[in-house]
Nanobody, 129 residues
Framework: QLQLVESGGGLVQPGGSLRLSCAAS????????IGWFRQAPGKEREGVSC????????YYADSVKGRFTISRDNAKNTVYLQMNSLKPEDTAVYYC??????????????????????WGQGTQVTVSS
């Protein structure tokens, strides 16, 4: 059974940090493109960051560039999203997802929710003082 499980969300003050984890079972993450997406109330799900399996390249949305870092640990079959300098506008449910059909690129054209096949259940991130 293919499964993704996110963890690491929570309540943090503005300027704080969180690290989200996405653990996979039933498939090997390093074969595929992996993405982190988020959805705030009343808004569409947006691509935050994606990582390619083809060349390891990464993509970041402009709103998180320089603050968030995506990484993968193939030995643990886990992908991470390190989030620093968090802002109230980062508040959302964060999802990890896997793109199991090629191409496995990470650019803005590919880092879109409609292109991803398997999704975790999401983890809430709330940035508030």
């Amino acid at each position: 059974q293919l499964q993704l499980v996110e963890s690491g969300g929570g309540l943090v003050q503005p300027g704080g940090s969180l690290r989200l984890s996405c653990a996979a079972s039933g498939f090997t993450l390093d074969y595929y493109a992996i993405g982190w997406f988020r959805q705030a109330p009343g808004k569409e799900r947006e691509g935050v960051s994606c990582i390619s399996s083809s060349d390891g390249s990464t993509y970041y949305a402009d709103s998180v560039k320089g603050r968030f870092t995506i990484s993968r640990d193939n030995a643990k079959n886990t992908v991470y999203l390190q989030m620093n300098s968090l802002k109230p506008e980062d508040t959302a449910v964060y999802y990890c997802a896997v793109k199991t059909s090629p191409p496995y690129y990470s650019g803005s054209y590919y880092c879109r929710a409609a292109r991803y096949d398997y999704w975790g259940q999401g983890t809430q991130v709330t940035v508030s003082s």
